[in-house]
Structures are given as structure tokens and as C-alpha cells.
């Protein structure tokens, strides 16, 4: 791994000068190359990339592709790329007319942006507008065996095409199949009941328009909570992505794990499923107690009270609506539970409803029955620190 400034302190000396309208602008006073970074450059450009160069010289990139382009460097790997030849200037006059930007950019041997700059700078324009690159028969071969299994923004991201050309191509080849529609198990199973109770806690489900595709996704802070949801997703007859970490926003904060699947279907019958319409759903104590488990590894916790005694141990299921608690104390009270609902409120804030069971035994039958996927959730903390 590079080190940044790998030949001391070379930063640059920083000076204020005045600006219009009374506002203040501060000057870069740009340092001259020594030798040894002149030899660094020439060894490692096109070897490494431009990042790692920029972190060992302690330099802007700007500064470091106009050395290269004073130097007479090119490359593909980093920098602006390799200078525009005559030959390549007149055969782009000639063929961007008629030509797709793509197919002359594979003849050039450059990327499809270094050729729209240039036609841009020659102020050439195209009869092709708004017609990008032909498709390749090994691209259509890979539409069509991918196009029911992942999402087309993950299809137009393994094809390096846009989202739009990926949607016009799937209309051209399969015009009589409305593909973004994925049938799904709605049938009342356990599994649905505990997708519909993650989804009212910490899932979300939504509908985005520039994309028209209908989500529905959780991110969280437990790689079993994801794998679990994802597991049921799969069972429901959805196409899920694979579990992935997603960068935390700070190094204090914990890795978060994201899960997402794609259906019309479900979106519309999600959205049309009211309180009234899910206590029907939840018909038997199965399918309540799955239900309760997917809201449960969503808003809920398993937590201490007084450290010094061994079986002091508390659930705390928590919300802030009123009508979707309401529910889940009749549930909870159909099975059996004994329990205490707290209200609180921060200011500034809604309401907050807070479920909790305080006694040792009941803890330990909730856990039971309910089996959470999250370690630090179920029964297993509780053996961990000697309680049982």
C-alpha cells in the first residue's frame, strides 16, 4: 500500500487574495518537480494508478497529468489518455456522422467519452442523435439469460450501458413480456408473515421513478438479520441481490449489510395491505409468532438492567405507531405474553411506543418461542454471560 507523502512535507504554500464583491479566494502557489519526483513519475505512470500516484507525490491530480503531458506521457490506465493523432482526427470528421459514437470508439481503441470530447471540441455533430452503440450479439445473449434473474440497473452496470438503452433493448427483444413483473407466493406462510413483519420495522419498500423499478431492500447492522430476510425473499419467490457490506459513514460506526429484491407484484400488494387486512393474514399463532419475529429483529432489543444481577435481563420492542403497537399487543396477548407498554418523548420528536417484558421467565419463553436470527438478540447473549 502507497503511503501518502512518500517524499516529505511538499505541500503546497497557501496565500489569500482578494476577490469581487468583497469575498476572499485562496491561491495555490505551485511548487516546483524536484528530480526525484520527475523519476517517480516517469517509472510509475501507466504502471499504477492515478490515485496512488497523487497519494505518494502529495499533489493535485491536475498537477500530476500536466507533468505527464509536458513529459510526453500516455497511457489508458491513468491520466487524460494518450494525445489525438492526425490520422485519428480526420478519420473522426469523416465517420461521426454517420457512425455510432460506440462503434467508432472500438475502432479508435478509446473510450466512448474521449471521443464525444473531442467531436465536441471539433464542434462536429451527429444525424445519429441519441443513438449510442450497436449492440454486440454476445450482449443480447447476456440480456436475455440475466434479464429474470438480477435487476436491469445490475445488468446495465455489467454491460457498461445506460439504464435507458438496457430498458429499450428488453422491449425490442421480449415486446410481449412485461419482465419487471415478478410473480410472488402470496399465500399466508410463515415466511411471507415474517418478510411483511421486517418490512413494517426496518425493511422499506419503495417505488423509483427514473429507474421504474419497485424495491424492496434492509439495510442493517447484523449479517444474519440479512441473510435471514434474504433467505425468506428467496422462499416467497423473489430474486434477491447477494448480501453485501456497504462502507459505514465513520470508522465509530458498524459495517452496514444491505439486501434487495425487485417485484411489482409485491409492491402493489404490499402498499394495498392495510391493519385490517393483516390481522386477517396473521390468522393462526404460526404465522403471528413469524411475524413477530421479522418486527421483533427489526425494532426490538435484548438488554441488562442491573449488571450485578444475573437473570436481570428485559425485551423492549419499540415504535411510533400507535395503531401498528396496538396490534402487536393483541398479538402478543393472543400468545400469551405478559408485558408493559411505556410512552416516551424526546423534543422535537413523535411519540414513541415501547414494548417491554421484564421478568426473567418471560424473557426466556419469548426467546424461545420466537427463535431470532441475530445472536446478540436471542437466547444465546443470555447463556454467553452465565444467566442460564
Same mark, same amino acid.
Not at 24 to 32: S, T
Not at 37 to 43: A, D, G
Not at 307 to 322: D, E, F, L, P
Not at 371 to 381: A, D, E, L, M, N
Given at each position: 500500500m502507497i503511503e501518502s507523502n512518500t517524499f516529505g512535507d511538499l505541500s503546497p504554500k497557501v496565500a489569500w487574495g482578494p476577490r469581487r464583491k468583497g469575498a476572499w479566494?485562496?491561491?495555490?502557489?505551485?511548487? /516546483?518537480?524536484?528530480?526525484?519526483?520527475t523519476c517517480y513519475l516517469k517509472m510509475n505512470y501507466g504502471k499504477k494508478t492515478s490515485k496512488d500516484i497523487v497519494l505518494a507525490l502529495n499533489r493535485s491530480q491536475h498537477s500530476v497529468y500536466n507533468k505527464a503531458e509536458e513529459l510526453g506521457l500516455g497511457t489508458n490506465i491513468c491520466g487524460?489518455?494518450? /494525445?489525438?493523432?492526425?490520422? $485519428?482526427?480526420? &478519420?473522426l470528421r469523416k465517420s461521426y456522422e454517420e457512425k455510432p459514437?460506440? +462503434?467508432?470508439?472500438?475502432?479508435?481503441?478509446? =473510450?466512448?467519452?474521449?471521443?464525444?470530447?473531442?467531436?465536441?471540441?471539433?464542434? @462536429?455533430?451527429?444525424?445519429? !442523435?441519441?443513438?449510442?452503440?450497436?449492440?454486440?450479439?454476445?450482449?443480447? +445473449?447476456?440480456? =436475455?439469460? *440475466?434479464?429474470? !434473474?438480477?435487476?436491469?440497473?445490475?445488468?446495465?452496470?455489467?454491460?457498461?450501458? =445506460? &439504464?435507458?438503452?438496457?430498458?429499450? %433493448? /428488453?422491449? +425490442?427483444?421480449f415486446p410481449n413480456k412485461n419482465l419487471t413483473i415478478r410473480n410472488f407466493d402470496n399465500s399466508p406462510t410463515p415466511v411471507l408473515a415474517y418478510v411483511v413483519g421486517v418490512i413494517f420495522g426496518d425493511g422499506?419498500?419503495?417505488?423509483?421513478?427514473?429507474q421504474n423499478s419497485y424495491r424492496i431492500y434492509l439495510r442493517c447492522t447484523d449479517r444474519e438479520f440479512a441473510v435471514s430476510f434474504k433467505y425468506a425473499l428467496e422462499r416467497i419467490g423473489l430474486h434477491p441481490?447477494? #448480501? %453485501?457490506? #456497504? %462502507?459505514?459513514?465513520?470508522?465509530?460506526? /458498524?459495517?452496514?449489510?444491505?439486501v434487495e429484491a425487485q417485484s411489482k407484484l409485491f409492491y402493489k400488494w404490499f402498499m394495498a395491505l392495510n391493519l385490517e387486512k393483516l390481522k386477517l393474514l396473521l390468522g393462526t399463532g404460526e404465522l403471528k409468532l413469524e411475524f413477530i419475529r421479522g418486527f421483533y429483529e427489526s425494532e426490538g432489543c435484548l438488554w441488562r438492567g442491573d449488571?450485578?444481577?444475573?437473570?436481570?435481563?428485559?425485551?423492549?420492542?419499540? *415504535?411510533? *405507531?400507535?395503531?401498528?403497537?396496538?396490534?402487536?399487543?393483541?398479538? @402478543?396477548?393472543?400468545?400469551?405474553?405478559s408485558f408493559s407498554v411505556w410512552i416516551s418523548r424526546k423534543a422535537g420528536r413523535k411519540?414513541?411506543?415501547?414494548?417491554?417484558?421484564?421478568?426473567? *421467565?418471560?424473557? @426466556?419463553?419469548? @426467546?424461545? $418461542?420466537?427463535k431470532p436470527s441475530i445472536p446478540r438478540k436471542s437466547i444465546v447473549r443470555i447463556k454467553e454471560a452465565g444467566a442460564i
Amino acid at each position: 500500500m502507497i503511503e501518502s507523502n512518500t517524499f516529505g512535507d511538499l505541500s503546497p504554500k497557501v496565500a489569500w487574495g482578494p476577490r469581487r464583491k468583497g469575498a476572499w479566494v485562496i491561491i495555490l502557489g505551485g511548487k /516546483k518537480w524536484r528530480n526525484q519526483e520527475t523519476c517517480y513519475l516517469k517509472m510509475n505512470y501507466g504502471k499504477k494508478t492515478s490515485k496512488d500516484i497523487v497519494l505518494a507525490l502529495n499533489r493535485s491530480q491536475h498537477s500530476v497529468y500536466n507533468k505527464a503531458e509536458e513529459l510526453g506521457l500516455g497511457t489508458n490506465i491513468c491520466g487524460r489518455g494518450r /494525445k489525438w493523432k492526425e490520422k $485519428e482526427i480526420q &478519420f473522426l470528421r469523416k465517420s461521426y456522422e454517420e457512425k455510432p459514437v460506440g +462503434e467508432i470508439a472500438r475502432e479508435l481503441g478509446r =473510450s466512448i467519452s474521449s471521443v464525444q470530447q473531442k467531436a465536441r471540441r471539433l464542434g @462536429l455533430k451527429s444525424s445519429l !442523435k441519441g443513438i449510442g452503440s450497436l449492440w454486440t450479439l454476445r450482449e443480447t +445473449e447476456l440480456l =436475455s439469460e *440475466n434479464i429474470e !434473474k438480477i435487476s436491469m440497473v445490475k445488468i446495465a452496470e455489467k454491460l457498461g450501458r =445506460s &439504464f435507458h438503452s438496457i430498458y429499450g %433493448k /428488453k422491449r +425490442e427483444v421480449f415486446p410481449n413480456k412485461n419482465l419487471t413483473i415478478r410473480n410472488f407466493d402470496n399465500s399466508p406462510t410463515p415466511v411471507l408473515a415474517y418478510v411483511v413483519g421486517v418490512i413494517f420495522g426496518d425493511g422499506c419498500i419503495t417505488y423509483y421513478r427514473k429507474q421504474n423499478s419497485y424495491r424492496i431492500y434492509l439495510r442493517c447492522t447484523d449479517r444474519e438479520f440479512a441473510v435471514s430476510f434474504k433467505y425468506a425473499l428467496e422462499r416467497i419467490g423473489l430474486h434477491p441481490s447477494t #448480501v %453485501k457490506s #456497504v %462502507k459505514p459513514r465513520t470508522e465509530r460506526h /458498524k459495517p452496514v449489510w444491505r439486501v434487495e429484491a425487485q417485484s411489482k407484484l409485491f409492491y402493489k400488494w404490499f402498499m394495498a395491505l392495510n391493519l385490517e387486512k393483516l390481522k386477517l393474514l396473521l390468522g393462526t399463532g404460526e404465522l403471528k409468532l413469524e411475524f413477530i419475529r421479522g418486527f421483533y429483529e427489526s425494532e426490538g432489543c435484548l438488554w441488562r438492567g442491573d449488571k450485578s444481577r444475573k437473570r436481570n435481563w428485559c425485551i423492549s420492542i419499540c *415504535n411510533t *405507531n400507535a395503531d401498528l403497537i396496538k396490534l402487536i399487543r393483541s398479538i @402478543l396477548t393472543d400468545l400469551g405474553f405478559s408485558f408493559s407498554v411505556w410512552i416516551s418523548r424526546k423534543a422535537g420528536r413523535k411519540l414513541l411506543y415501547n414494548i417491554q417484558m421484564s421478568r426473567f *421467565n418471560e424473557v @426466556l419463553r419469548f @426467546l424461545q $418461542e420466537i427463535k431470532p436470527s441475530i445472536p446478540r438478540k436471542s437466547i444465546v447473549r443470555i447463556k454467553e454471560a452465565g444467566a442460564i
